[in-house]
């Protein structure tokens, strides 16, 4: 299984990121992308990539990271684009629950990063909180139109979750916290197609509820994925080598030596 999003660049890491690595890896997980937010993790998730076989990244300037920064930050994208460890372009979107006072600059960060993911054929990784509607109107946009994407940490209603499931170019994913009782989205979840979903953990963040309130880690993916194949009636291994097979065609990249 792919783990498609983990952090594992912060200072929760620090201390033992190759036994972390090595858990995920006896787990079953045997690739992880770290999407990184802003210059400094790009190369932070860079160096962590080049220490590690099983890990690739996704670079890009995540919406609540930008209020300070000046637009040409973004150049450094162009500098790493290349490398072969460089899966996607992420995480990028728009935030309105932290702070919506700048949303016009969220927006041209995000649209600015869509056309570098065009541009050079990759996949984005997009986080909205209580802004999809306004991605979803960006994304609209005909130069989009064949712009392929993971919609992480989906916390959307019914008519979010068709917009995604109607377009063969996005998928979606879910993290820790569809372990909880209080889940919000778990009845929209057994009508989703399982070639739409892709795994993730969000680590350090959102945990599955055994681990709930400490560090959340890659080897901990199991547990969320045992979940969601038992929401959606599926055989565990079938969920497994599905998600994977779609991981694998999002982020083409990782099937590169
Ligand atoms: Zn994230």
């Known amino acids: 299984m792919i783990d498609t999003h983990c952090h594992l660049y912060y200072k929760d890491f620090k201390d033992d990121i190759e036994e972390v690595i090595d858990r995920a890896l006896n787990a079953g997980i045997e690739k992880m992308i770290i999407p990184s937010v802003d210059s400094e993790t790009i190369e932070q998730s860079l160096k962590i990539s080049e220490k590690f076989n099983s890990i690739y990244i996704a670079i890009g300037f995540h919406p609540s990271d930008i209020k300070n920064l000046n637009i040409s930050e973004i150049n450094i994208l162009e500098q790493y684009i290349n490398y072969d460890k460089v899966v996607a372009i992420g995480e990028i979107g728009l935030d309105y629950y932290w702070d ?12 600015i990063q869509l056309d570098t993911a065009v541009k050079h054929d990759l996949p984005v990784i997009i986080h909205t909180r209580k802004s999809i509607s306004d ?20 916390s959307g209603d019914t008519n979010d979750l068709q917009t995604i499931l109607s377009n063969k170019n996005f998928f979606i994913s879910f993290c820790g916290n569809l372990t909880y009782k209080n889940f919000r989205q778990a ?3 057994p009508g989703i197609p399982v070639n739409k979903l892709l795994t993730e953990t969000d680590s350090p963040f ?9 560090r959340n880690e890659p080897s901990y993916l199991t547990y969320t994925a045992k979940r969601l194949s038992e929401i959606l009636s599926l055989e565990y291994s079938e969920f497994e080598k599905t998600t994977t097979q779609n991981a694998e065609a999002l982020f083409y990249k990782l099937n590169k030596k």
């Open 100 to 111: 919506s006072s700048y949303s016009e600059k969220q927006k041209e960060f995000f649209k």
């Open 187 to 189: 009845t929209l979840i």
């Open 135 to 154: 991605a979803f109107r960006i994304l609209s946009g005909k130069e989009y139109k064949d712009l392929k994407a993971q919609f992480h940490c989906f």
């Open 206 to 214: 959102l945990p599955p509820a055994p681990f709930f309130r400490k």
